[in-house]
């Protein structure tokens, strides 16, 4: 399972619900507890996902 799995199911969870699906269809759907399903639905969008590292930028050898 990659990393964005489980961002995915979350975000198509969330989606599901939006479109009318009951609490636990998305359950029976994906295969998930309902911790994961409550989780989800009740974040009020999707989680973000990695984040980048810190980079450099162009004027950092002249600032002081």
Do not use: I
Request: proline share 9%; charged share 40%.
């Amino acid at each position: 399972m990659s990393m964005r799995e489980p961002q995915r199911k979350r975000k198509v969870m969330w989606r599901d619900h939006r479109g009318g699906m009951s609490m636990r269809e998305p359950q029976r759907k994906r295969k998930v507890m309902w911790r994961t399903v409550r989780k989800a639905l009740n974040s009020a969008r999707p989680e973000p996902g990695e984040k980048l590292p810190v980079r450099a930028t162009a004027l950092d050898p002249y600032s002081r």
